[in-house]
């Protein structure tokens, strides 16, 4: 009895102990003598430098905090629960975050960097989601292709159709989520990949049906590691771990199919009720510097849109990479994700939910 | 025959519990970043690990908030079952199964109901706001601990220590206190558990620029979570298990078996 007392103690005071050792580390850095800026960022997707080089540099606290998906972002900055100021969604978010009336105008005058460095086919392909580049400067971008083993198949692979074949049954990996399955069915099919027509997406539904029982699994990020395991033969990944996966294992090759695929694009945006918009333009615009977006780059591996930055990346394989950087004007058929509202939204995931169930 | 079933079902459970703990500990001195290849055997996840600022941060975030709200749990839960014990009986039972309601609601409820709570009253988000929260999502549990034991308590010997003098508070501290400390001290491990290994309500309650373990861990999904998580929780699953060995080795280890068929 006594003996048990003695021991739940002995564990309290450990508990505390330990607690209070890790916290004597601790040291707080004061706020910044031109006020802060609160940014809300993809997990791991800044060099922590580049933050730190800002707040040297002018004076600004960056309060900083970061979101896994577009999906979880959007409510906690709707609910107003936290202020931010910038925060960097991806396409089709930055279209229902427009059509909520979310985002603040920029001020191109104040972020000549974002003007003069990043490229111009990069505002072009913003159109599809902010018509007049209005509200967002990109921040990194990529394709979405086909990532295959070259010792696992028996001709290269350079379109949709064959991840259709039935050679490769339970050797494909596909990406588990609505739009990129259904991006790869509609492409497929020649549809848009963000049609709202039922009777088109009937036609893909009944193809990620059919391609189905080939499927080894429906992954997310897992695809790295099987790739790079040599577990499967083909699978649909996004460019920037194209690199990272080909880094850890020569044999993999990556292509963007014939049919066209995903452009996608996370861009920094200003909510309408930033407290801080003077100090989020000057942050948006230190990260479009070249020098920064160059750290960035190399730290995230994802390409980026600037043309400064490419520039002054030192691996020349990397700065003319066809993966990185593919030359945009060479396709006619890629497209960039818009938010499809949300009778849209219901549909896709109503059809999902088939094709899953199936 | 039977008794090598029983060996290999043991072992079984050991498997499927203590594999995906030990898959993790070796994969953190993998020199390579994926788990697809072995890279050869390197401490370098350590020593980048304490030179993380975000992910030491976080650590001290999480071991404070687990603390303070597991401290001010046991005073509150403590007290609110003295309150209770006092009760007459249909009150108290109906209380109780209101405190007991969190415990069995589903994290994101109590998650999005403290949130909307905390919009409604103009709460800055913050360290405050998740403190907030664990401390009321831990005194359930102290409560939960505490009550048996103050059942069990005998009435006469507080009212025999009032006839002999003693006031309200001493006689508290003197009899009372010392016959709940095992429920308490079990409430407050409880606590702090609770608090250390909660991501939802957190992550509903948190601020910009503040993170805990959990939360840290969750945003790096998209890009793959980085070995020095696995270094960390390595180092966090040795220290609980040396601790355990240690109290239970350490002080009059030999009375243990003695106490354990008393009991």
Known sequence: MKNKTTRAAILTLSCLLTSMAALTGCGASGGGSNGEVIVYNWGEYIDPET?????????IKVVYDEFETNETMFPKVESGAASYDVVCPSDYMISKMIAADMLAELNFDNMPNAKANIGAQYYEQSRGFDPDNKYSVPYCWGTVGILYNQTMVEEPITNWAQLWDEKYADNILMQDSVRDAFMVAEKLNGFSMNTVDPDELAVARDSLIEQKPLVQAYVIDQVRDKMIGGEAAIGVIYSGEAIYTQRENPDLVYVIPEEGTNIWIDSWVILKDAPNKENAEKFIDFMCRGDIAVKNF??????????????LIEDEDIRNSEIAFPDLSQYDNLEVFVYLGEEGDALYNEMWKEVKSN | MRNAARKVYIALIFIFLYAPIVTLMVLSFNASKTRAKWG??????????????DIMEALVNTLLIAV???LAATV???IACVAMSGMKRRTRSVLLGVTNIPMLNADIVTGISLMLLFISFGFRFGFGTILLSHITFNIPYVILSVMPRMKQLNPST???A??????????????????LLPGILSGFLMAFTMSLDDFIITHFTKGAGVDTLSTKIYTEVKKGIKPE??????IIFVTVLLLLILVNTAPGGKNDNKDNKEQ
Do not use: C
């Open chain 2, 76 to 78: 509150i839960g403590t």
């Open chain 2, 158 to 160: 507080y009212e025999a």
């Open chain 2, 68 to 70: 303070i709200s597991s």
């Open chain 2, 40 to 53: 050869g055997f390197t401490l370098k996840w350590y020593s980048s690990l304490f030179q993380n600022r």
């Open chain 1, 298 to 311: 190399e730290y995230i591996t994802y390409s980026t849109p600037n043309d400064a930055a490419r520039e």
């Open chain 1, 51 to 59: 933050i730190e080089m800002f707040e040297k540099e002018t004076g």
């Open chain 2, 162 to 179: 009032l006839d002999l003098g003693a006031s309200h508070m001493t006689a508290f501290f003197k009899v009372i206190f010392p016959d």
């Open chain 2, 229 to 234: 998580m696995y270094a960390l929780s390595t």
